[in-house]
């Protein structure tokens, strides 16, 4: 059973920095990703990262402001975000899928098998 541990949300003025950690044995297998939720139903893709950290792909609304990346040596991938808005507002969440291919990202929803509990973070105008 994968496990995935996320942490650092909170509460944050807009312009704000917050980096965010998602934690779980053998990281190194995994494609990765970062997710978010708000009021509605739709689960919004953020960041992918490969299996190797090689390649990254990040939706058009957080270029510029977020950055994905991954520590395999210590399990844990990251999301750091800048420039908070209130329009972030949202639980957000990581999922991993098992990656055969150590240079492909995975950006869609339903190609993620395993997922986090989420963690909300809130952003003040």
């Known amino acids: 059973q994968v496990q995935l541990v996320e942490s650092g949300g909170g509460l944050v003025q807009a312009g704000d920095s917050l980096r965010l950690s998602c934690a779980t044995s053998?990281?190194?297998?995994?494609?990765m990703g970062w997710f978010r939720q708000g009021p509605g139903p739709e689960r919004e893709f953020l960041a992918g990262i490969s299996r190797s950290g090689s390649f990254t792909e990040l939706t058009d609304s957080v270029k510029g402001r977020f950055t994905i990346a991954r520590d395999n040596a210590k399990n844990i991938l990251y999301l750091q975000m800048k420039s908070l808005k209130p329009e972030d507002t949202a639980v957000y969440y990581c999922?991993?899928?098992?990656?055969?291919?150590?240079?492909?990202?995975?950006?869609?929803?339903?190609?993620?098998?395993?997922w986090g509990q989420g963690t909300q973070v809130t952003v003040s105008s």
């Open positions: 053998g990281l190194s297998s995994y494609a």
């Open positions: 999922a991993v899928e098992p990656a055969p291919s150590p240079y492909r990202t995975l950006t869609v929803r339903h190609e993620y098998r395993y």
